[in-house]
């Protein structure tokens, strides 16, 4: 017998328009949605105009309905996967399904979309030729620390995701870990309240302090990169080109370079003064 197909279809994070046409088509084409919350899933199918059957897939009945999933699949049935928001099995459930379907020669196929840490990314202003994405930080303070002092070193991009009741803890903890580097908070990403908050941990921790902090977030935190090049660019032709070409202010131009190149504001602000004659 013809085995099922296991699609992978990411949903909106936000936004509903933020849904490919092929994942409409393939939620349209399937025997069987599994959804992370089936109320949740149900909502989008009913704004998507699409009537299936659900089953229920997440981390605590993982087990179980992975073999219900499977078996299903074996008999020929197609079943899309889906999670509450985003790419299913990016800080969701589904790559115990993944795996176990695969080595039951089960055919896999993603249906790609967004992805709240890509979209962050793409539009954070930071490097975007390497980074790292660390999913969520322990919960607890001890943990978190000790994974954040892991990742000092590391020269890419850190990229986590966060609930927003730790924020301000997390970015308190990386603050006294990293120092007081670049970080972008993506917040509430393709909703009414989307925000990017960028500068450093010490003023984000002031900005979500006053502000609040409401809805989700990714954070984003920029290398400690030594001085030097940043894209092939030396820092002195990044600067000419934002005062004298852009016509920033000093201070602008020096928050600008900082953000993209990863060095101290300190170090940039002094290169400034040199270039602007001042
Ligand atoms: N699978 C999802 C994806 O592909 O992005 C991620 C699921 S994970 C359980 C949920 C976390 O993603 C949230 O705590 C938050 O950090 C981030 N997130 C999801 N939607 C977001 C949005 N619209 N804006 C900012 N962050 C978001």
Known sequence: MKKGTLYIVATPIGNLEDITFRAVRILREVDLIAAEDTRHSRKLLTHLGISKPLTSYYDHNKELKG???????????SVALVSDAGTPCISDPGYQLVRAASQAQITVVPIPGPSAFLAALSASG?????????????????????????????????????????????????????????????????????????????????????????????????????????????????????????????????????????????????????????
């Open 67 to 77: 073999s219900y999933i499977l078996d299903k699949l074996k008999s020929g049935l």
């Open 126 to 278: 930071l490097q975007t030729d390497s980074f790292t994405f660390e999913g969520f930080l322990p919960n607890r303070r001890e943990k978190r620390r000790s994974k954040l002092s892991t990742l000092k070193e590391e020269k890419r991009v850190l990229i986590f995701y966060e609930s927003p009741r730790r924020l301000l803890s997390s970015l308190t903890d990386m603050l006294e870990v990293f120092g007081d580097r670049n970080v972008v908070v993506a917040r509430e990403i393709t909703k009414v309240y989307e925000e990017l908050m960028r500068g450093l941990l010490s003023e984000s921790i002031t900005h979500f302090s006053e502000s609040g902090i409401r809805g989700e977030v990714v954070i984003l935190v920029a290398p400690d990169n030594s001085p030097g090049k940043i894209d092939d660019k030396p820092l002195g032709e990044l600067l000419r080109h934002y005062l004298f070409a852009e016509k920033l202010s000093l201070k602008d131009a020096v928050k600008k370079v900082s953000l993209e190149t990863g060095l101290k504001r300190g170090a940039v602000y002094e290169e400034a003064l040199i270039i602007s004659g001042k």
